[in-house]
């Protein structure tokens, strides 16, 4: 899966960094965590397309996690857009939806799989697509919000396309059948089983979502053992009692969040205007955690 910050900056967007959001991409859908004010440019910038975009999570009701979500649902309204969509977060979308629709601003042509919470202290699969699994959990903010976990599902090994010759399976259909799980007989009645082509299934890459959030066990709860985990990393240790006041987090602790976790990987985002040059959170956090990327909008990268 691929992984695309649309937005890096915290609170207001700059002219390099827009407001929080983030694509998770697999390869028929993908997954929108928050929805900052110009999210939809972002999305376009990014090549994304809407229509196939399956779920959007938000963490929490401050405006620039979900501002552009009234554009965004209504642009899908002006596409015709007829497949369901997935809407997870904080008690309060719905009154906010709700209000957008009896004002008219916002026309949905489709149906809103809405799911919010005021209290979620254990982690709980809240989404399930195709190709995904995402859970959250209560992070610990100025008020209620979210972090996210992203599981991608278990993928079939490999064929072994050697093996298959070796064996006497003939190129073509057949080799689609063993690919799928099933045996196969062959014209001299011998059989072949998927199993004996088959590699091991291999596990789903994951991937967790933390944004704003003070660090706290649940923040490395939600992020054991993933592949790549997103983290804010609004300030530096500098202001570390801002980041306690304001409910966020400094590069150093997104860091030790990481190790903690066993992450594989830190992105680390949602940088204070205070650093138009955020190259000292990259230092801070490479500090305690070697394998740490400075987010950047529209970069890719691949899990
Ligand atoms: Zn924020
Ligand atoms: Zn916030």
């Given amino acids: 899966m691929r992984v695309i910050p649309l937005g890096t900056s915290s609170g207001k967007p700059t002219l390099k960094r827009n407001v929080s959001a983030l694509a998770v991409a697999g390869e028929a859908e993908w997954l929108l965590f928050d929805c900052g004010e110009g999210t939809q440019m972002q999305i376009t910038r990014a090549g994304l397309s809407p ?32 497949r369901g969509l997935g809407l997870t977060g904080p008690q309060g979308i719905r009154e906010y939806l709700d ?21 979620l202290a254990e982690s709980t699969v809240v989404y399930e697509t195709a190709e995904y699994s995402v859970s959250a959990l209560a992070l610990d903010h100025r008020l209620f919000a979210l972090g996210y976990r992203i ?17 006497g399976v003939p190129e073509g259909p057949l080799w689609g059948r063993l690919q799928s799980g099933e045996d196969v007989r062959l014209i001299d009645d011998s059989v072949v089983r998927s199993s004996d ?43 570390a009692s801002e980041a306690q006041q304001y409910g966020h987090s400094t590069a150093a602790q997104a860091a030790r969040t990481a190790r903690d976790a066993g992450a594989r990987r ?14 000292p959170l990259l230092q801070e956090a490479r500090a305690i955690f070697p394998d740490t990327i400075l987010a950047e909008d529209l970069m890719e990268i691949e899990v």
Avoid: W
Avoid at 101 to 116: G, H, I, S
Avoid at 156 to 164: D, H, I, K, T
Avoid at 266 to 279: E, K, N, V, Y
């Fill in 51 to 82: 229509s196939r975009l399956s779920a959007v999570f938000i963490t929490h009701l401050h405006g620039d996690h979900f501002n552009g979500l009234p554009g965004l649902l209504s642009t899908m309204g002006l596409d015709r857009r007829t």
């Fill in 99 to 119: 209000m957008l629709e009896r004002l008219r601003v916002a026309f949905l042509t489709y149906p809103v799989e809405l799911r919010q919470f005021n209290s």
């Fill in 151 to 167: 599981d991608e599902r278990p993928r079939p090994g490999r064929f072994n396309v050697e093996q298959a010759r070796k064996l």
């Fill in 197 to 239: 082509v088959m590699g091991a299934e291999r596990p789903g890459k994951s991937v967790a979502y933390c944004l704003d959030t003070r660090p706290c066990a649940m923040a490395v709860e939600l992020a054991r053992n993933v592949d790549l985990l997103i983290h804010e990393a609004t300030y530096t240790e500098e202001f």
């Fill in 266 to 279: 830190l992105l680390i985002t949602h940088f204070s205007t205070r650093f138009p040059d955020p190259t």
